[in-house]
């Protein structure tokens, strides 16, 4: 609304007579908000960002000391200073009353009004110059805006940096016509290029494994042609030959110049698609292993049926080998997998074989070896039966019996194997059964047609002795 003012007041300092209130009930009258400085002091302390404009007599300048106005006016930034109006008697005075200052170099933005003056004068100077001011301080406001959406844009940009680092994205973007391809320090890392390397689209292209560069050309194609985006995995292999797997997503982008582009980000996705490979790897052997399992119990338990002459000397008998097939399970899987150490099963099948005061009657040695998955399941099968043997017909049957076990490991031939000794002492005499049972059987084919290896017994008169070679590869 004309004559409203969004600015501050206009400061008035004229300190003879009652010039000073004369003004300000003018400039009132005209909707101009005022207010009167007491002396030169006051005046000079409010000139700032908070007033309209400054409307002083040229008698008052020139009896003051200007220093403080003149340093307050030299630190602001030259387009803030406040609009003055010097109300002077006649054009030359001020320059005869101050010949040291030069008033319009010192003040910047001054108009000089010479008295006497008409009132309309004075009020249609005031107006101007608070509508100079109030474009001044929205400039001051643009200026204000633009640097604030300039920092919020650098921080955003700081924050989309570092979560570009983070999740170790890289961008690129890559104009269509020209075929020049900008890309980030991470994107050419994703593709095994130092950052300060130059990395052209051909060099992209020529980083693909050659199996995935027609995917590639396909899935940018596509998304040119249908001004779409695309999502696309595939191998790279860098300057070192090292392969790794990049997933690449983009979109095409049509500035107002009309050049397509596409742009887009780039990340490392080699942990994840091992970790893919190795959960399908995983679930196979799962699968592999549970059908294996399930085809063992399903043999012991048909085998431990012919064998038993009663249901419950089945279900003990079945029970028992399923217990050993478990105990080796649980080694293995504390090694996920891996294997399971060879005096670990023996402790493990040992460990019910004790005298009444505790001390164990199967005496182990040997030095530490690590038997495969595979072979470790058939160990510990096979010595299962062993001491279940040993308990119904051989030394374990006796009080005073006792059985040694020993290995030693030859590392030289087929891979590995672990020569293993299994001596019983202080038993009833052995000799061969007539008929061979489940147990003598699992023993023998599981050596060696499940393990690979080999075993001999011995039907000594002071107990049963066998040898055994326990192969270490994982065949």
Not at 53 to 59: G, I, K, R, T
Not at 159 to 186: C, D, H, K
Not at 193 to 216: K, N, T, W
Not at 314 to 342: C, D, M, P, V, Y
């Amino acid at each position: 609304m004309r004559g409203k003012t969004e600015v501050g007041p206009v400061v008035i300092l004229a300190p003879t007579g009652r010039d000073a209130e004369s003004a300000c009930r003018l400039l009132k009258a005209a909707d101009i908000e005022c207010h009167v400085c007491a002396d030169f002091l006051a005046f000079s302390g409010s000139i700032g960002d908070s007033i309209g404009a400054a409307l002083v007599e040229e008698e008052a300048l020139a009896r003051a000391d200007l220093t403080r106005l003149r340093r307050h006016l030299d630190e602001r930034p030259p387009w803030s200073d406040p609009p003055f109006i010097v109300l002077t008697r006649k054009a030359t005075a001020l320059r005869k009353g101050l010949p040291h200052v030069h008033l319009t170099d010192m003040l910047g933005n001054v108009m000089f009004l010479e008295r006497p003056l008409h009132g309309l004068t004075l009020i249609s100077a005031v107006q101007s110059a608070l509508t100079a001011r109030r474009r001044q301080l929205q400039l001051r406001d643009h200026f204000i805006q633009q640097e604030r959406a300039a920092a919020a844009l650098a921080e955003s940009e700081a924050w989309l940096r570092i979560a570009m680092e983070a999740g170790r994205f890289g961008a690129w973007e890559y104009a269509v016509e020209s075929g020049e391809l900008t890309a980030s320090e991470t994107c050419k890392a994703n593709f095994g290029r130092a950052g300060d390397e130059p990395f052209s689209y051909a060099d992209l292209v020529a980083a693909i494994h050659p199996e995935d560069r027609q995917r590639h050309a396909a899935a940018v194609q596509h998304a040119i042609e249908n001004r779409a985006s695309f999502d696309i995995e595939y191998r790279v292999i860098g300057p070192d030959g090292a392969p790794r797997w990049v997933q690449v997503r983009g979109r095409v982008v049509e500035p107002g110049t009309g050049s397509l582009r596409l742009v887009g980000v780039s990340q490392d996705v080699t942990e994840r698609k091992t970790a893919e490979q190795q959960r399908e790897l995983l679930l196979n052997e799962l699968n592999h292993r549970v059908k294996n399992t399930l085809a063992t119990v399903q043999s012991i338990a048909a085998q431990t049926a012919r064998g038993a002459s009663s249901l419950e000397e089945f279900r003990k008998a079945f029970e028992a080998r399923l217990l050993a097939i478990s105990k080796t399970h649980n080694l293995l899987t504390e090694s996920e997998w891996q294997g399971a150490e060879l005096h670990d099963i023996l402790s493990d099948e040992a460990a019910a074989y004790r005298n009444g005061d505790g001390k164990a009657r199967v005496r182990l040695e040997g030095e530490p070896v690590m038997l495969p998955a595979k072979t470790a399941l058939v160990a510990g099968m096979v010595f299962h039966e062993m001491l279940t043997n040993a308990a119904k017909y051989g030394a374990l049957s006796r009080p005073a019996g006792r059985v040694e076990v020993g290995w030693r490991v030859d590392r030289r031939a087929n891979g590995g194997e672990v020569h293993l000794n299994w001596v019983e002492r202080g038993g009833p005499p052995v000799e061969p059964r007539k008929t061979r049972g489940f147990g003598s059987r699992l023993i023998e084919r599981g050596l060696e047609q499940e393990a690979g290896g080999r075993v001999k017994f011995e039907f000594a008169p002071d107990g049963l002795r066998c040898e055994m070679c326990i192969p270490l590869h994982a065949g």
